[in-house]
């Protein structure tokens, strides 16, 4: 087993480190460890041997005190990940209005199991838990952006639409960017494309009350925005 | 489609989602325009302790499922205590079937970035920290840039609107972790630690951040601020009912003809809920249900006219948690529908207590058995009994969750599990399901 090698990590990745670090108080520099492991993800895909002892060497901590961070979360890859993550919900609402199928599909059609990436290297997939979006189920997520109201069909095109070089639009959210591109902008770096922090309207499942309401001209009463804040504080120093 | 009725129309109280139609206002100038940053204006020239005590009195209580009265919270942190305060917004929305804080952040950042402003001022923080769930990427990239742009506008840093009290933001984004939902997890988080639940006492009050005295709000309850400040708490009261104020952003998902989100005055009932969003879909009827999420216990057809705030869902037997309604209907089937909550539980146990960490290893197991024909009317009492002793006995409240579908669908649908115990439901998973299974 050789050692790990840190000096994959360039220049560039060593002064968004230094970045994330200054986020939090003096001496409080662990706090910076979530996003490190984000960003080690973004310039290798998951988190390797290189990519926690870079994190330890980062924050002073021992290779073993990353490693248990880094294990204890779902979104740390531990092997090569594919450039897109597509995640279906099984959970119980997306799972009984056709999730498990869509899921079920998928894995079959690309021949791969849970946490597992194709062999051309373009899809991991694998089944998720809550994606909090479940008056738009089922949905499934390419590198955590939606699909919403997917049915098996639609889901085996879109990984046909990936497998090619497409990058359809997702229901909501942004513009579809890697794996590894998404993972930055999850250590805290700025969506630098232009127009993707714009991309995707609000869905109707969201505005559904709303409408409602603007339909039937209903709002609270008595809203006014000057109404006074009393000052008891003041009632007491006099 | 039928058209709700005028009673039922009127329980709408759009207030928190009332932006999400202007399709721009998470930009800093239409929040503007918006009366987005008025209430700050107004909230800094009080006293803090004028902002604590406008809360008590709005009665506002937390958004994040338990309901705890934001202003009594905000008045445990010590003041002169000569430490740093920490504000720590929960944005790690994960419990199954709730979905309104995403679209909040996503299509109206301002008013959280401001509502942090205001509590953190109220506090006496001069940081601030949203603890966002990893997966909400879109939610974080718009977070992300209305913080940026309030830097820029000097809403945040230093000497805020000239005023000389200082705060800084960051957005910190999670790794995937249901269980950092739950605040103590979530510090701990948040110091860079796996997602593990402290002992308590000592309070996040005193002892949260950096052992520092924190206030840990959900996302709903800090974007509520600024409107009272804007309205008032008795215009904040004239919504809700007397022990449950304001308006609550209801979750309704499932079998209905609308799923979506209906911001209404707490206290409306699920049979208005569902007028609301269109009916049941066609040839459905509704048959269990959850009132906020799968941590809280299924409740059946009979308590569609139980009123949706705090007290009134208890009273039910249940509990009113984050108002994620999850719908099921006669074609559903509670046992499956559990089996596959306690999945998630099972997964998402961090590990660091035996009750939960076995007790829903063991229970998805026998699960599996009951739902493969293998079961037994015995693995019905190893249910109830395994249940009992993660209930009350784990370190938080996600142990205590897990059990909740568990014990009330053995309440309401125990026929269910018989069919398939006695045969009479053909199994709805193979006997592979088994595999590896003691």
Known sequence: ?238 | MTTPSKAVLEKLTPVLTKRWLSPDAWRLDVYERLDGYAALRKALAVHPDDLIALIKDSGLRGRGGAGFPTGLKWGFIPQNDGKPHYLVVNADEGEPGTCKDLPLMTHDPHSLVEGVIIASYAIRANRAYIYIRGEAVHAARRLRHAVQEAYKAGYLGKNILGTGYDLDLVVHSGAGAYICGEETALLDSLEGFRGQPRLRPPFPATHGLYASPTVVNNVGTIASVPYIVLGGAAWWKTMGTEKSSGPMIYSLSGRIKNPGQYECSMGITLRELIELAGGMQDGHQLRFWTPGGSSTPLLAAEHIDTAMDFESVAAAGSILGTTATQIFSDQDCPVYATYRWLEFYHHESCGKCTPCREGNYWMVRVYRRILSGEGTLEDLDTLLDTAGNILGRSFCGLGDGATSSVTSSLQYFKQDYLDYIEGRTAPKLSAAALAGAH
Do not use: W
Not at chain 1, 224 to 235: H, L
């Open chain 1, 1 to 238: 087993m050789t050692a790990p090698k840190t000096d994959v990590f360039t220049d560039e990745t060593r002064e968004r480190a230094r970045e994330i670090i200054a986020r939090y108080p003096e001496g409080k520099q662990r706090s910076a460890l979530l996003p490190m492991l984000h960003l080690v993800q973004s310039v290798e895909g998951y988190v390797s041997p290189n990519g926690v002892a870079f994190c330890a060497e980062q924050l002073g901590l021992t290779k073993a005190q990353v490693g248990a961070v880094a294990t204890f979360y779902t979104m740390y890859k531990r092997r090569p990940t594919g450039d897109y993550l597509v995640s279906v919900c099984t959970n119980t609402m997306c799972n009984v209005l056709g999730g498990q199928a869509v899921y079920d599909e998928l894995s079959q059609a690309l021949g791969v199991g849970h946490d597992e990436t194709t062999e051309d290297g373009k899809i991991t997939l694998e089944h998720a838990e809550c994606l909090a979006a479940c008056d738009y189920g089922p949905v499934l997520t390419v590198n955590y952006d939606f699909f919403d109201g997917v049915t098996p069909e639609g889901a085996l095109q879109l990984a046909a639409d990936l497998k090619s070089g497409k990058r359809p639009m997702p229901t909501r959210g942004a513009r579809l960017c890697t794996l590894k591109e998404m993972s930055l902008q999850l250590a805290g770096f700025a969506d630098e494309r232009e127009g993707a922090v714009a991309d995707g309207p609000a869905g109707d499942a969201t505005l559904r009350g709303l409408r409602l309401a603007q339909e039937h001209g209903i709002s609270p009463a008595g809203f006014d925005i000057n109404t006074p804040i009393p000052t008891p504080s003041k009632e007491a120093a006099k």
